[in-house]
C-alpha cells in the first residue's frame, strides 16, 4: 500500500531562541547539516519506491520558505496546505486525512523538526508499523530510552499483535514523569518515549475522530471542502477551521481510542527541543564541546557555541550554551536549556519584535536585513534571486534611494523603466510608484537608503503583485 508523508511544519521552536523565531522557526533552520530540519525530514524518505509525494502543511507566514526550501532538495509536494490559524496537529491531521479519505494509501504523520541518524532503523520500523496499519490499527513510534529523560511523554507497550511482528497494543499513554519515575519507567523495559509519529489510514484515523471529537470532523470537513489555491499553495476556509477545537492527536485520539498500537525502534531519534538537545546530536570534541561557526575556545568543557556571524571567544568556562546571532546573544547554563522559552515570553510582554524576526528577514523573491537605522532613516541590504521582482508598489511616508552592489536591477518609477548595474543608483520619491526587478543570472544585491517620517514595513500599497500579496 501506498505510503503518503504528511509533514506537520507549523512549531515555533521558543526553546531554539535566538536563533529559532516566529517567522524563521527550527525546522526552516540548517541546525545539525547544512540542509534545514525540513529538507531532512523529506529527503530521508525519498529513496523509498512505496513512498509517494509529501503532503506539507504550514502557517502561512512561511509558505514561500518552504516552497523554496522542497525546490532546493527537489521535491515535489503533492500539496502545501495553509493553516489560516494554529489549531494544533489534531485538526492539521485531519485536513490531510479527509483530503486522503478515498485513496487507498497510508498516512505517515511526521514532524518536519526531528533528528533521525539511523535511516535504515527508520525504514524498517516504518514497515513493521505498515502491517498493523493496514489491519486498521493507529500506529504510532515508541523510541526505546537510553536514559530516564524527564522532557518526553512515555508510551507503555501492552501485548504483542500477532499479525505484525514488532508491533503492541499501547497499554496506556503518560505525561513527562518526574526523575524517579522516569527512572521506574527505563527499568520497566517497556516504556518508550512518545515520537509525534503515526502511521494509518486516513480513513480508520477519521472513525475514531469522529467518535472522540464530531465537532473537529465537522470544522475541518467545511474546511477542506471549501478550500482553494493560491499560487502553489492550498489554503483551508480560514473561518471553518478556525471553528475547530485545538488538540492534539494524543488527547484528541491516541490516548482514547482502542486502536492504537506501539512499535518500539532504536533509530537515533531526537526532537532537537532544547539547545542541549542539540548538542546532544552534533559531534563533540574530546571535552564535550560542539561549536559551530567562527569560534575560539581555551580550556572550555561541556559547552555548545554557535556563531551565526561574529567571531566568538570562550576562556575557563564549563557547562554553557552561548548562542549569537545578529541582534541577540544567548548565554545559558546547560541545565537551564528549558528556561529559554521565559525570554521570549518577555520580549512578547516587552512588546519587542526579536522573538518574532531576524534582522534579515526573507521574501518570495529574496531577503532584506537591516543595516542601520535612526532618527528619520534606516538602511537595508537586499538581495533579489534571478528573474525575481518585488511589488509594483508606493509609499506614502518615505522616500527610497536604491544603489546596485553586484548584479543588475530593473527598476520602474512612475512608469518610466531602466537598467542599472554595479555602482549606479536611483531615487524613488515618496508617492511614486515603483517596482524593483532582477532580470539578470546572477543574485542581485543593493543598498536601500530610506527616509521620512514613518518607516513602518506596513507603508506599503501594493498595486500588482507576482505572489498574490496584497
Not at 95 to 119: E, G
Not at 161 to 187: H, I, M
Not at 350 to 370: A, C
Request: overall charge negative; aromatic content about 8%.
Amino acid at each position: 500500500m501506498k505510503i503518503v508523508p504528511v509533514i506537520l511544519s507549523g512549531g515555533s521552536g521558543t526553546r531554539l531562541w535566538p536563533l529559532s523565531r516566529a517567522v524563521l522557526p527550527k525546522q526552516l533552520l540548517p541546525l545539525v547539516t547544512e540542509n534545514t530540519m525540513l529538507q531532512e525530514t523529506l529527503t530521508r524518505l525519498s529513496n523509498w519506491a512505496e513512498v509517494g509525494n509529501p503532503i506539507v502543511i504550514c502557517g502561512n507566514d512561511h509558505r514561500f520558505l518552504v516552497a523554496e526550501q522542497l525546490r532546493q532538495v527537489d521535491i515535489h509536494p503533492e500539496a502545501i496546505v495553509l493553516e489560516p490559524v494554529a489549531r494544533n496537529t489534531a485538526p492539521a491531521i485531519a485536513a490531510a486525512a479527509i483530503a486522503l479519505k478515498d485513496k487507498d494509501v497510508l498516512m505517515l504523520v511526521l514532524p518536519a523538526d526531528h533528528v533521525i541518524t539511523d535511516v535504515v532503523a527508520f525504514e524498517a520500523a516504518v514497515r513493521r508499523a505498515s502491517v498493523a496499519a493496514e489491519q486498521g490499527k493507529l500506529v504510532t513510534f515508541g523510541i526505546a530510552p537510553t536514559h530516564a529523560e524527564t522532557g518526553y511523554g512515555y508510551i507503555q507497550s501492552g501485548a504483542g499483535l500477532s499479525a505484525a511482528e514488532g508491533c503492541f497494543d499501547v497499554a496506556r499513554f503518560v505525561e513527562k514523569p518526574n526523575a524517579a519515575t522516569a527512572q521506574q519507567y527505563l527499568d520497566a523495559g517497556n516504556f518508550y518515549w512518545n515520537s509525534g509519529m503515526f502511521l494509518f489510514k486516513p480513513s480508520a484515523f477519521l472513525a475514531e475522530l469522529q467518535q472522540y471529537a464530531p465537532d473537529m470532523v465537522t470544522a475541518v470537513t467545511n474546511a477542506v471542502e471549501h478550500s482553494y489555491k493560491d499560487l502553489d499553495f492550498v489554503r483551508l476556509q480560514e473561518s471553518a477551521f478556525a471553528a475547530s477545537p485545538s488538540d492534539s492527536i494524543d488527547y484528541a485520539v491516541m490516548e482514547k481510542t482502542k486502536l492504537a498500537a506501539v512499535v518500539p525502534a532504536s533509530m537515533g531519534w531526537n526532537d532537537v527541543g532544547s539547545w542541549t538537545a542539540l548538542k546532544d546530536v552534533q559531534p563533540n570534541d574530546a571535552a564535550g564541546n560542539a561549536t559551530r561557526g567562527d569560534v575560539f575556545m581555551k580550556d572550555v568543557k561541556n559547552t555548545l557555541i554557535r556563531a551565526e556571524g561574529r567571531f566568538v571567544a570562550a576562556v575557563g568556562v564549563e557547562d554553557l550554551l552561548i548562542v549569537e546571532t545578529a541582534d541577540a546573544v544567548l548565554v545559558a547554563h546547560r541545565d537551564c536549556a528549558q528556561d529559554v522559552k521565559n525570554i521570549v515570553d518577555h520580549l512578547k510582554a516587552s512588546g519587542r519584535t526579536e522573538h518574532q524576526v531576524h534582522p534579515r528577514v526573507y521574501r518570495p523573491w529574496g531577503w532584506y536585513e537591516g543595516i542601520d537605522v535612526g532618527e528619520r532613516f534606516q538602511v537595508k541590504r537586499i538581495m533579489v534571486k534571478p528573474g525575481e521582482k518585488l511589488s509594483l508598489q508606493m509609499h506614502h511616508h518615505r522616500a527610497e534611494h536604491w544603489v546596485v552592489v553586484s548584479g543588475s536591477a530593473m527598476i520602474t518609477v512612475d512608469n518610466v523603466t531602466k537598467l542599472y548595474t554595479e555602482n549606479e543608483s536611483t531615487y524613488i520619491p515618496i508617492g511614486s510608484t515603483h517596482r524593483l526587478e532582477n532580470p539578470g543570472k546572477l543574485p542581485l544585491h543593493l543598498i536601500e537608503v530610506q527616509s521620512g517620517s514613518y518607516l513602518g514595513e506596513d507603508d506599503i500599497v501594493r498595486y500588482e503583485d507576482t505572489y498574490g500579496r496584497n
